[in-house]
């Protein structure tokens, strides 16, 4: 017995119009939107990170208990005969204040 497929034909329809409309919206957003910039103070100061884990609090800045932690890893992988590095950098700060109320 012949499966009916008249009766997908909307649902065909109705997913191929969400499918469009999602690209075509999708598009327009990424070139409507600003590309971004690189800050090349930033890319300097993770190059110059060491590599490991390390937390600490800056002596000049004992007042608002700030806390600086970075992380780094560099390492080389070989994978079919092709040769990649990864280097990963993390810079993070956390600064605690009591608020005023």
Not at 8 to 36: M, N, Q
Not at 38 to 63: K, N
Not at 76 to 81: A, K, T
Not at 83 to 100: C, F, H, K, P, V
């Amino acid at each position: 017995m012949p499966l009916p497929i008249a009766p997908l034909i909307p649902l065909a329809i109705r997913l191929g119009l969400v499918a469009t409309t999602t690209l075509a919206v999708t598009r327009w957003v990424r070139s409507s939107t600003h590309p971004g910039r690189t800050d090349q103070r930033a890319e300097d100061a993770l190059d110059d990170m060491g590599e490991g884990l390390s937390l600490h609090r800056p002596a000049d800045r004992a007042g608002d208990r700030q806390t600086n932690a970075t992380a780094r890893l560099r390492r080389v992988v070989r994978f079919r005969g092709r040769t990649y590095e990864i280097d990963a950098g993390l810079m993070a700060r956390l600064r605690l204040r009591e608020a005023d109320e």
